[in-house]
């Protein structure tokens, strides 16, 4: 392949074909041909297409679900995978090595990219590594669905300094941004459906002239949908009716104590997937708004994890320690002892340079679940700041909800289906706790994270836990479907036979490496500039 100069700047002749691990259905086994990567003709790209050389990959956990689903998967929209195969990765750094007609003023060779992977074209969604064909191979195509979408182009550009998988991995980082950059409507939509619920319903009448104003009677309340519904000291009953009236981006506000308190049931899949809200914490609505305006960590804040010991929960937590608006008591939990244990000797002395106060708890070291919510009760007496649920099991946001402060943020990370309910103190909506719910990220969140990355703010290395070559990528996505690392694995697609390993492994397998390695032996750009330099030179 010539020297790593030549690698850096695309000036090494390309090859005629190309290795890459398509999907042909449902199962593991529809992974490639006989357990191996496919390979395929490598031609130049066409006029409105540009060539990219894929150079690391992050491997994720939506590519399982991909792997699951098949052609069933919503956003491959009935794609036949059997006759018209698509590629999985979408954590994706690039190098540019070809340019079509069409773009020749826009890209050259050797310019470096990360893939935005949410791409919209005339209003539908063509994700890369679902209807356009990923990173988990040698090289990737893209056409005007990427480089001219709804949002302009889904590429942007990387430093030639930044590393390889540093770059990749801003995607996943990108999508724990969004969720702390989320804009909730914090007032009544203009000129949109409102339904108000109240015992003196004259006063309400004055108040919102436009509205339709009911009693407080849960077996006669309208249907709607309603893009807005404020309800005066509210009760379990008429909640319960009227919560799942509440439209797409709809927001119900809680106005006042409740008159009766109680469990309500909401669906969290419909705050995650559909933004709904609920609004308590204020004598009114514009109170209410202004009540749960807070979207990021409150700084020095307390914040508690609950199973976060995967690699999203990882990021999370690193986030809190690490950025400046992070939090000054830190508390994760896990069923998994060893992923605490990674993240205490991963992060440790990070919190204690930032003078912040790290905590992990595991089931296994208290007799009963009881004890151990005492324990993190213990932690934080007067509740959490913020708590986010990194686990999608609903039943754990009823928990997060009674382990939440006043005003406190409850961030449903965890992707719970739509149909899923968990039942919710009226009482803690009430008094201003906040569930949000986030999926995928923005090109903005992105952007962020990139520019973070390349300021030396955040360091994204941190979070790889195991590197492998391109012919290890479907025991690698097995690993990710038994959460066998504790923590994100990076596939360098142009090295093809480097085995799956640990990063705990290096020194014993690639000895040379071990001195390039970071505190704690995390992974770094210098360990992979010596990687890329001992298999491609």
């Known amino acids: 392949m010539g020297t790593m100069n030549d690698y850096r700047e695309a000036a090494s002749p390309l090859p005629n074909t190309y290795k890459a691990w398509q999907i042909f259905g449902a199962g593991f086994e529809n992974i490639g041909k006989d357990g191996k990567p496919t390979t395929l003709e490598l031609r130049p790209p066409k006029d409105n297409e540009i060539l990219l050389r894929v150079d690391a990959l992050g491997l994720c956990l939506s590519d399982i679900k991909i792997i699951r689903q098949g052609s069933a998967h919503p956003r491959l929209r009935g794609r036949d995978l059997a006759t018209d195969p698509t590629v999985l990765g979408h954590e994706c750094s690039v190098t540019v090595v070809a340019v079509g007609k069409q773009w020749q003023d826009m890209f050259k060779k ?124 509210p009760t379990p009953a008429v909640v319960d009716a009227l919560a799942g009236r509440l439209a797409p981006g709809g927001v119900m506000f809680l106005i006042g104590d409740p008159a009766e308190d109680g469990m309500v049931t909401l669906d969290i899949g419909r705050i995650h997937y559909e933004n709904k809200r609920f609004f308590g914490g204020g004598d009114d609505v514009t109170a209410a708004g202004k009540a749960n305006a807070r979207a990021d960590l409150l700084p ?185 690392f504790p923590g994100k694995t990076v596939i360098y697609t142009q090295i093809i036979d480097l085995p799956l390993m640990g990063l705990d492994e290096i020194p014993e397998r690639i000895p040379e490496l071990t001195d390039k390695l970071g505190p704690q032996g995390c992974w770094t750009k210098e360990a992979e500039a010596a990687l890329l330099e001992k298999y491609l030179s």
């Open 300 to 484: 020095q804040g307390s914040s508690l994890f609950m199973g976060a010991g995967g690699p999203m929960g990882q990021m999370h937590v690193q986030r809190a320690i690490e950025l400046p608006c992070g939090s000054k008591r830190v508390v994760v939990t896990d069923l998994d002892r060893q992923r605490l244990d990674h993240i205490e000797m991963r992060f440790g002395d990070m919190a204690k340079a930032k003078g912040v106060e790290l905590f992990t708890l595991s089931p296994s070291e208290f007799g009963s679940q009881e004890e151990m919510n005492a324990k993190i009760r213990e932690l934080s007496p007067n509740g959490y700041n913020d708590v986010c649920v990194l686990a999608p099991v609903a039943p754990l946001v009823t928990q997060a909800c009674g382990f939440a402060a006043d005003n406190a943020l409850v961030n449903v990370f965890a992707g719970i289906p739509i149909g899923n309910p968990a039942q919710i103190r009226l009482g803690d909506l009430c008094r201003g706790i906040k569930i949000i719910g986030s999926s995928g990220s923005r090109i903005r969140d992105l952007r962020r994270i990139l520019e973070m990355v390349e300021q030396g703010e955040l360091n994204t290395d941190m979070s790889v836990a195991a590197i492998g070559g391109l012919n290890s990528a479907r025991e690698g996505l097995e690993g990710v479907r038994d959460a066998r």
């Open 110 to 233: 050797g310019e470096r990219y990360i893939v935005q992977a949410d791409i919209y074209y005339k209003g539908l969604n063509y994700a890369f590594g679902y209807m356009i064909p990923g990173g988990l191979a040698q090289y990737c195509y893209l056409d005007e669905r990427a480089l001219a979408g709804d949002e302009g182009c889904y590429l942007l550009p990387v430093r030639d300094e930044t590393g390889y998988s540093q770059s990749a991995l801003s995607e996943p980082w990108a999508c724990v941004e969004m969720s702390y950059n989320l804009e909730d409507r914090l007032v009544p939509k203009s000129g949109g459906a409102m339904l108000v619920v109240a015992t003196d319903t004259d006063a309400a009448k004055r108040a919102y002239p436009d509205a339709k104003v009911v009693l407080p009677q849960s077996k006669n309340l309208p249907d709607g949908p309603f893009d807005d519904i404020v309800v005066m000291e």
